[in-house]
């Protein structure tokens, strides 16, 4: 048994050891709960009479005090308020940061170093300059790259290109920053590609636990030995099964996890009726010995949903099943250990900060915990290659987080302050989708128009999109989502310069009056949003406009509903997502008075839901009898015959093909049927 678990959690920590590193164990402390929001500078509607003191307690109670300081971090807001700069440094405890991978420029002088800065600043290439101006020979024909350096113990070949002391100042950054450090060899640019952090979490004892399913020990048992060459030999097929609600980042964060499970030797679990899209082969059914709920709580109704999806799995736990249960994502985040009381047959519970790291905290429920992973932490870059749900098309990250404070959104407090990922990290990945056959890549991010803002020197998101578009192999390149407070015309230059970025712009309005937008903190009139709408015309008629709204906000009079709409048939998007407003915990908004009763916000979701129909059905019947190019995705499951692609701007298309030949190509399709957000078409050529 020993020898076993031993063997077991060598395997988990394969993940940490492929950094080519070992790493420190992790810290566990207990801390107090985090909270979600801070102080908010946007002011609620009018205070109602006195009478309705009790009614806003009852709120209150129900939904949290978005005033309230974090506890995690003496002296530090969590978020903090609009308008004040945000960063994770302020947040990560850097002590947590036990080594980085750098790379640096050497040069002679001071002016030389800031002349070479300011050509970052401006958009050039870290690798390039380099290339061209460094005077270290080992590492100028490798981009600058120095490899791993630790904070404790540093190591003479290291030194030896990186003395140690402008190694100290690179640990007081974060990954994407280049600083400038003077050393005995001269004047160093120093770039933190990337990070490997010690796991800081809550953790509590399986003891505590009844129930035979709460003992991992099976599971242990089950995996069997490791093999000489690593890898997980199995005595039995172990299984794990995703469910992933939400958004597009949320499927991006389920497609690491799944990437690191099976690089520990799991298989995914799929429904029988529902072969993998990406026309793998399917993978084992029955019952999952890893359940992972990657959960979203952007309203009410998907977080109840995440408490009906627990409870099979907490009976399977329950009659001695050893069944281990995660509950990942915004709830999670949210949540923390108060999920746990509630649910005491869950494993782990952790933030969407952490999905690359499921494999190190599962190491620590096997060895009897429960375990709470919610701190701050900077992201670190993948070692395992996500299990992409598509063969053809591929999300990817490129900014984490979000630092604006709309008073109705959950999402600051539990996908945390904004992250970049470095430029050369995120063209690498797009590399190496290239490479194995992808040929569109979605950019993803909560605002991917704050790109770079958080990076020392700055960067702009224009400048990534340029530099990602020429990757070879890829095809298409689309981004989501944009924020109207912070988009540039120059985002807009780019898409309509570069081929093959995609004239696609989801752009979320939420509303068209400006006092409710000015209620929600969104930082723009309906005037502003329709200027953006007219230079994205001006420059791109073609692009296809996409939106969000939230009605029903409280306060939302007929009127101010009514300029939504007029907005709407103004712009005529050719979709949009909507919502009837759901309070959230710690938010300002769920405090207020003025909340709309069920039926109201209901008459006016079905209303605006009928003029999305409306715009989207005029697009598409705009189509008919047009050539479109579509890029071939995947087999049309209702009716085989039939394959399924997109359009330049987005629009599903339905033809009959062959998907063995077509997967994959650029074809061009003549449009024959029209309907609100679908396409039917007859193949015309191949491209």
Not at 238 to 256: F, I, P, V
Not at 435 to 445: M, Q, S
Not at 512 to 540: P, S, W
Not at 587 to 606: F, H, I, N
Request: proline share 6%.
């Amino acid at each position: 048994m020993v020898a076993l678990r031993t063997a077991l959690l060598a395997a988990l920590s394969a993940l940490t050891l492929a950094r080519g590193r070992t790493v420190a164990s992790p810290a566990r402390v207990v801390r107090a709960p985090r909270v979600a929001y801070a102080r908010m500078s946007t002011e609620a509607p009018p205070a109602g009479p006195s009478s309705q003191q009790q009614q806003q307690q009852q709120r209150q109670s129900r939904w949290g005090d978005p005033t309230r300081v974090a506890q995690s971090a003496p002296g530090v807001v969590t978020p903090t308020a609009r308008g004040e700069t945000v960063d994770a440094k302020r947040l990560v405890k850097q002590d947590d940061v036990a080594s980085m991978w750098l790379s640096h420029i050497l040069v002679s002088s001071d002016e030389m170093a800031q002349l070479l800065l300011r050509q970052l600043r401006d958009g050039a290439d870290f690798g390039a300059l380099a290339a061209a101006a460094s005077a270290c020979e080992a590492t100028r024909s490798k981009g600058g790259a120095i490899g791993w350096v630790n904070r404790e113990g540093f190591e003479p070949h290291v030194d030896a290109l990186l003395p140690p002391e402008a190694q100290t100042p690179a640990f007081a950054h974060k990954p994407g920053d280049v600083l400038c450090a003077q050393s005995s060899l001269g004047y160093h640019l120093v770039r933190i590609d990337d990070v490997m952090m010690r796991l800081r979490t809550d953790t509590l004892s399986r003891a505590r636990l009844a129930g035979a399913g709460s003992d991992l020990t099976p599971l242990v048992e089950a995996w069997g030995a490791r093999r000489a060459d690593g890898a997980v030999a199995a005595a039995r097929p172990l299984s794990y099964e995703m469910l992933t609600m939400g958004c597009q980042m949320n499927a991006a964060d389920s497609e690491r996890m799944a990437g690191s499970l099976e690089a520990l030797g799991f298989e995914r679990l799929v429904d029988a009726r529902a072969p993998p899209a990406d026309g793998s082969a399917a993978a084992p059914q029955g019952k999952a010995d890893i359940v992972v709920i990657n959960t979203c709580s952007i309203r009410d109704h998907a977080e109840q949903k995440l408490y009906s999806l627990l409870g099979p799995y907490a009976i399977r736990k329950r009659s001695g099943e050893p069944v281990a249960i995660v509950v990942a994502g915004c709830v999670a985040q949210q949540e923390g250990a108060r999920l746990l009381r509630r649910v005491p047959e869950v494993d782990v519970v952790m933030g969407p900060q952490y999905s690359n790291r499921l494999g190190d905290l599962l190491e620590d429920a096997l060895n009897g915990n429960q375990v709470v992973a919610t701190e701050p932490t900077y992201i670190m870059e993948d070692v395992t290659k996500p299990r992409r749900g598509s063969g053809v098309c591929a999300w990817v990250n490129v900014i984490y987080g979000c630092n604006e404070r709309c008073t109705y959104c959950v999402v600051p407090g539990t996908r945390g302050v904004e992250q970049s990922r470095p430029v050369e990290s995120i063209r690498k990945e797009m590399e190496e989708l290239a490479a194995v056959g992808y040929k569109e890549v979605t950019l993803l991010g909560q605002n991917v128009d704050a790109y770079g803002r958080d990076m020392s020197p700055k960067r702009k998101f224009s400048e990534l999109l340029r530099h990602v578009a020429n990757v070879p192999g890829i095809e298409r390149v689309r981004f989501v989502t944009s924020h109207p407070r912070y988009m540039s015309e120059s985002v807009i230059t780019a898409v309509a310069e570069c081929p093959r970025l995609m004239p696609v712009f989801h752009i979320p309005a939420q509303s068209g009056d400006d006092e409710v937008l000015r209620r929600m903190g969104r930082g723009y009139t309906a005037e502003r949003y329709l200027e953006i709408v007219a230079k994205i015309r001006r420059k791109i008629p073609h692009a296809a406009i996409t939106s969000d709204f939230i009605v029903g906000t409280p306060g939302e009079t007929d009127a101010q509903f009514e300029a939504t709409l007029d907005l709407m048939r103004a712009v005529r998007f050719d979709a949009s997502m909507t919502a009837a407003y759901s309070p959230r915990p710690n938010t300002p908004m769920a405090l207020w008075d003025g909340q709309l009763s069920e039926e109201v916000k209901e008459e006016r979701l079905a209303r605006i839901n009928r003029l999305v129909g409306e715009h989207a059905l005029a697009h598409a019947e705009a189509m008919l009898g047009r050539d479109e190019q579509v890029l071939v995705e995947e087999r049309n499951t209702k009716r085989p015959e039939q394959v399924i692609g997109r359009t330049r701007c987005n629009r599903l298309v339905f033809f009959a093909g062959d998907i063995d030949a077509l997967r994959g190509r650029l074809v061009t399709v003549r449009i024959t049927e029209a309907r609100k957000f679908s396409l039917t078409g007859e193949l015309v050529r191949g491209d």
